[in-house]
């Protein structure tokens, strides 16, 4: 890759041996003040329709500006114009082109590409990891247009390429691979790819994909594909995955995931998925919670949980252990369970626990 500090200090270097001030150089380039300033700390290189002139001004040659490695001489047969050199050298690469992108304007870089082209063999496939180091420079329609030779072998492949494709060509191309076995090779690719599309691919990939996979491409997919999905996953449960796809999936095929699944034991996920499950679902799920020991927990769920539910929730537990926590369950009790609430707290002598819920009593 072309090396541009290595520039940068030969134009410092050359600019102070003749005695000029970056101003004085930027007003003979007819240039601005921070364009010489960002050459001579690296950050950018002239363009190469200006390095010709520099070398002038800076009375240096191109070699000893650019340095004799594979990139500076690419450049150097680029300024003379060359595609071979008088000894028969080959045509300028993909590869060469793509060490100097920086440098060229697109129209030129876009020249150097179609001469690099006319000179592959037919047979020659296009290689696609050197496209994917052009793209940033390229024009989209361009790009576009220069994808179509190259053979997509892995997903992977089009990884790098998908921010600066249009999103008809990648669909095209995703399309085209026949390579999807699983859909893990198209998390990367999923932001810039239609939902048609994506639904399409991944209704072809393997039914038992994991959920880790599945909740990775959720924001993406129609709710449809994505239950279809969850119901023919890996039945390993996931607990985690369940909590990320809780968003993206109907209650229908939530309430379905977790019923079979044994979250009796983790409340802390069930009080996670609330907001998205049906009250019959939750109901179930904390039916046998132990009030003493997951307290915290069901104080959470209140909001969600239907009162019958939380009443036998109450009246089975021992109402002499956290009161202040029952007692801020109030406002989701039953008349009855809270005149066996506050019984249980007169007779404990805490009259505290009963000013803040008197409305609810």
């Known amino acids: ?68 490695d594979s990139a500076s001489r690419t450049l150097s047969r680029i300024m003379d114009k060359e595609t071979a050199s008088p000894e028969g050298e080959d045509p300028i690469t993909i590869r060469q082109i793509q060490e100097v992108a920086p ?17 592959q063999e037919e047979s020659e496939e296009l290689d696609l990891n050197a496209i994917t180091g052009l793209a940033p420079f390229l ?14 072998r892995s997903l992977k492949d089009l990884s790098g390429l998908a921010p600066f494709l249009s999103q008809e060509m990648l669909n095209t191309l995703v399309e085209k691979t026949d390579i999807i076995e699983d859909i893990s090779g198209l998390v990367s ?35 449809e594909t994505l239950d279809r999905l969850v119901s023919n996953a890996d039945p390993k449960t996931d607990l985690q ?9 109907s209650q229908e095929t939530l309430d379905r995931l977790v019923s079979n ?11 996670s998925l609330a907001p998205f499950l049906s009250q019959e679902t939750l109901n179930r799920l904390v ?14 769920l209140a909001p969600f949980l239907g009162r019958e539910t939380l009443d036998k929730l109450v009246r089975n537990a021992d109402l002499k252990g956290d009161l202040h926590s029952i007692v801020s ?30 409305p609810f009593l």
């Open 261 to 271: 699944a044994d979250l009796k034991s983790d409340l802390h996920y069930i009080v």
């Open 287 to 300: 039916s046998n919670a132990d009030l003493k020991s997951d307290l915290h927990y069901i104080v959470s």
């Open 189 to 223: 690719l999923a932001p810039f790819l239609s939902q048609e599309t994506l639904d399409r691919l991944v209704s072809n990939a393997d039914p038992k994909t994991d959920l880790q996979s599945i909740a990775s491409l959720a924001p993406f997919l129609s709710q």
């Open 241 to 249: 995955s369940i909590v990320s796809l809780a968003p993206f999936l």
């Open 103 to 119: 440098l060229l304007p697109p129209a030129d870089m876009e020249k150097l590409l179609d001469d690099s082209l006319e000179h």
């Open 139 to 152: 024009d989209e329609k361009y790009l576009d247009t220069l994808v179509k030779r190259a053979r997509v």
């Open 1 to 68: 890759m072309f090396d541009t500090m290595k520039v940068a200090r030969k134009i410092r270097e050359a600019r102070i041996a003749r005695n000029m001030t970056q101003m004085n150089l930027a007003d003979a380039m007819e240039v601005s003040y921070q364009a010489v300033s960002n050459w001579e700390r690296g950050s950018s290189c002239p363009d190469i329709g200006k390095l010709e002139q520099l070398c002038q001004i800076l009375e240096i040659s191109v070699d000893e500006l650019l340095g004799t």
């Open 329 to 358: 369950l109030a406002p989701f009790l039953g008349r009855e369970t809270l005149q066996t609430v506050t019984e249980t707290i007169v007779h404990s002598g805490n009259l505290n626990h009963l000013k803040s819920r008197a």
